[in-house]
């Protein structure tokens, strides 16, 4: 029988003993046994591209988009330690060429994968520290006549990507450092590469350390090292360009959002290694919003995000006054205010904890649950 799901399609495909090569293919398995499920329905699978489009494309600057950003960073937590989310991705890739194809140029709609899907994992000990994987329902091989044949197979990507919503790096170790890919303005003229959290997020101007690109934890260092890093056909950057906005976008705003949930408990299932095994409970997530307003419904949502009142650590800010010199060895003096170096004069003011934004709209905790309805 076919898979209900790409996550019962991807269990039942690498339990498969071929796998064990990659390193703990099961671990992948457990953890999509363990996940709680969410399947997005084709409305809201299409509604991903205006959470991810609608308000970035009217900001008027690039610091406006990086405050956009900063702030579903922020707000960007997971439902629950171990969630998986799929959606059909012909249908939000449709949405984005239908709407925002001009914004997004590099679009194609030929040999791209049905569904995709997320499969998220919060630190066992940082509880605002995230690592995501991206998982296709098929792969893409070279053909003979030195094409791409799409073979129905689901696979991983070749990265996964990590997060914090506070500030501070990921406590994965980064595998790829200064990495970027090249860009080019609309006359084909050369610009500065873009670094891993502009591609990744999809905008060219962010720059942030909070992100990091990490190894998935089921590949084995030297199967990483020696077949993904070495002899992968694509660049697993460029694949992966813009993924976590959609991913932010849609953690940011899901309790915002109107929509439904419909629990699936299958009966049925696949035999496995000579045991029989039962198809994963998922909860389907159903659009509640007419198509004609997706775009103004998914602004809505991700304005009332960005003013969602949070609490902010104390941190040092840069004195845009005394700014401290590039090449000076710092020896620094504080006081209850200030940090100021001895050599430069160059200082740093502290700025105390806060709250920042609007405590009517809603107020984002340390940890939080979606609630409007049961999930699986």
Known sequence: ??????????????????????????????????????????????????????????????????????????????PHKITW?????????????????????????????????????????????????????HSFRRNDLGGLSRVPSPQTAPMAIAWRSDDGPPPWPR?????????????????SPLTAEAVLCGVPSYHNDNIHLVRPPHYSVKFFDETILKNHMFNPLQEAAGDLRYIWSLLATIN???????????????????????FCDHTIVHLQVPATRWRKSAAQVIAISRRRAHQVRGFWRKHWKRPLLAFCEHEFEADEAHITCKHCGGQRIWIHEHMR??????????????????ES
């Not at 890919?181 to 609309?186: G, L």
């Not at 109107?258 to 095994?277: A, D, L, N, Q």
């Not at 934004?357 to 309805?373: N, R, W």
Request: charged share 25%; aromatic share 12%; hydrophobic share 40%.
């Open 85 to 137: 989310i799929e959606y059909n991705f012909i249908a939000k890739q449709k949405r984005v060429a239908e709407e925002y194809s001009k914004h997004n140029p590099v679009y194609r709609d030929e040999n791209v994968a049905d569904k995709e899907g997320w499969l998220c994992w919060q630190h066992p000990k940082l509880d605002t520290a995230f690592m995501f994987l991206g998982i296709s329902s």
């Open 357 to 374: 934004g609007d405590a009517t709209l809603g107020f984002v905790l340390h940890d939080y649950s979606v609630e409007h309805g049961a």
């Open 256 to 278: 915002d959002i109107k929509i439904t949930f419909e629990s699936v408990k299958p009966t049925k299932g696949f035999v496995s290694r000579g045991r029989w095994k039962r």
């Open 175 to 191: 595998f790829i450092r200064g990495a970027s890919i090249p860009a080019f303005d609309q006359n084909g003229n050369a610009l």
């Open 1 to 78: 029988m076919k898979p209900p799901t790409l996550a019962d399609a991807f269990v039942k495909e690498w339990s498969r003993p071929i796998y064990q090569r990659v390193g703990d293919p099961m671990f992948l398995v457990r953890s999509l046994a363990a996940a709680r499920k969410f399947v997005l329905d084709n409305a809201m699978s299409a509604y991903l591209a205006d959470l991810a489009w609608a308000s970035l494309i009217t900001t008027e600057n690039p610091h406006k988009s990086n405050i956009l950003m900063e702030s579903l960073r922020q707000a960007a937590r997971l």
